[in-house]
């Protein structure tokens, strides 16, 4: 298995402010994806992180909100930029090795 | 777009098996029958994959019925720990870059 950290894992920010999360895998992943949970609701795939390039972003999502790195096998940020009230959710970093996917915590976020 | 139909809901008492049925008639040969579930305030938690054939391991049992447009996920001993959102997906070999993408899931509530 692997173990998925992130930080940080909770935080109250003020609207029009922007975060920066980041997810550290205890060891090498082949993929790397950002999923947003709002409240009492399931997960929706934000992008999928590609080491060394842009990252490949779902439908309703884009950079300039979301701007993604991965600057390696490891490691990866989310930035939730200009953050409105709306953006509260829970953000979830994943790693996938093998057949298996594994979930950090979550990044709990609130806007004010 | 999810693949796969949940109940919204079930409820099961301790001790008793927990019998949670997915529907998937639009799964196609090379893609598999994957359960998650998330503890409240958790990330996600795989519990078991499978293709055509029957799994079990430690955690639970994975039926597939021989059209593999449905499946069971099976508890033997639910306990009130057991309590959390049950996710049935379907998805094609995770080394090729498919995606794991959420439906509803189904509320699993063990009860004294």
């Known amino acids: 298995s692997a173990v998925i950290s992130q930080k940080p894992s909770r935080d109250i920010c003020q609207r029009g402010t922007s975060l920066t999360i980041q997810c550290q895998v205890d060891?090498?992943?082949?993929?790397m994806f950002w999923y947003r949970q709002q409240p009492g609701q399931s997960l929706t795939l934000i992008a999928t992180?590609?080491?060394?390039?842009?990252?490949?972003?779902e439908s309703g999502f884009v950079i300039d909100k979301f701007p993604i790195s991965r600057p390696n096998l490891t490691f990866s940020t989310l930035t939730v930029s200009n953050m409105s009230p709306e953006d509260s959710s829970i953000y979830l970093c994943s790693g996938y090795r093998g057949t298996e996917a594994f979930f950090g915590q979550g990044t709990r976020l609130t806007v004010v | 777009d999810a693949k796969t139909t949940q109940p919204p809901s079930m409820d099961c008492a301790e001790g008793r098996a927990a019998n949670l049925p997915c529907n998937h008639s639009t799964i196609s040969g090379n893609e598999y029958v994957y359960w998650y579930r998330q503890i409240h305030s958790q990330g996600p938690q795989y519990i078991i994959h499978g293709l055509k054939n029957n799994e079990t391991n430690e955690m639970a049992s994975l039926i597939i019925t021989e059209d593999r447009k449905s499946s069971t996920l099976i508890l033997p001993h639910a306990t009130l720990r057991d309590t959390a959102v049950y996710y049935c997906i379907v998805r094609g070999n995770m080394e090729y870059g498919n995606k794991l993408v959420f439906g509803a899931g189904t509320i699993l509530r063990v009860k004294s």
């Open positions: 060891s090498q992943v082949t993929m």
């Open positions: 992180a590609n080491q060394g390039s842009e990252a490949t972003y």
